[in-house]
């Protein structure tokens, strides 16, 4: 099994091949038989995680495992506290209503490489930098949360995926995991069970679990359940007639 840590240039696709020859993976990475886990936009940098272990590279790529990324966003004017308390507890997007992020506005800005397309830059409109932890893929999803909030994204870079991180990787530089970071990757999610989508079946009496009472059984009148109806001479379900008299009599 092989397991590479690649980071991906500004404007290079996150797969071998396309038709329309765009630059891809391909012109950096000398490995066959490994594919990306998950995706990274063409505009954007980072790291992307590459493996030809189909069953950790499914669980990682499936977003009900909540696999961590950590992104560094360059957005444009300088976020509130109140677009960033937005941005912590979801906001909605045209995919839907994003999870809870962790999110944190920079003091400084972070030590990156140069971009081989610098931003655009406005005169009269200072940029700002946010550090974002989600664990959810739905499609540029960073940038449509800023843009949501009022602070568009001008360059995005991808610097972790779970515990993994880009460290001193130049864009399009590449190399493996080590044992240790192999081991503690498959700890972590080969053997994460996905949510059960299906009720729990519980046994009464189990703390701290509350269960639906049962509606009670409605009695049936005069009469064993799905039996006749009963008429008025004979005595109800299991009543004994008084001593000494007949039960195909009608007491008195």
């Avoid at 669980?59 to 004017?77: C, D, I, M, N």
């Amino acid at each position: 099994m092989r397991y590479v840590l690649v980071n991906k240039p500004f404007e290079v696709l996150t797969q071998f091949t396309d038709e329309n020859g765009r630059t891809t993976l391909k012109e950096f990475v000398a490995v066959p038989g490994i594919y990306p886990v998950g995706r990274l936009d063409y505009d954007s940098e980072g790291l992307v995680l590459l493996t030809d272990d189909k069953p950790l590279q499914h669980r990682l790529s499936e977003p009900r495992f909540k696999v961590p990324k950590t992104y560094l966003a360059q957005v444009e004017g300088e976020p509130t506290e109140e677009a960033l308390e937005k941005l912590r507890r979801g906001v909605q997007i045209k995919d839907g209503f994003t999870a809870p992020a962790q999110v944190e506005l920079l003091t400084e800005e972070p030590t990156l490489w140069e971009r081989s397309k610098p931003i655009r830059f406005r005169a009269n409109i200072p940029t700002s930098w946010l550090q974002i932890t989600i664990s959810q893929g739905m499609n540029r999803q960073v940038r449509k949360m800023t843009a949501a909030v009022g602070f568009p994204t001008l360059r995005l870079v991808r610097t972790q995926i779970a515990h993994l991180g880009v460290d001193n990787l130049a864009p399009g530089q590449w190399r493996e995991l080590t044992a240790e970071e192999i081991k503690k990757l498959k700890a972590a999610f080969s053997a994460t069970k996905l949510p059960d989508q299906r009720p729990t079946l519980t046994k009464k009496g189990d703390a701290n679990v509350t269960t639906p009472e049962k509606p009670a059984a409605r009695k049936p009148v005069g009469g064993r359940p799905g039996g006749p109806k009963a008429s008025g001479n004979q005595p109800s379900s299991g009543s004994r007639p008084p001593r000494g008299q007949s039960s195909s009599r009608r007491p008195r």
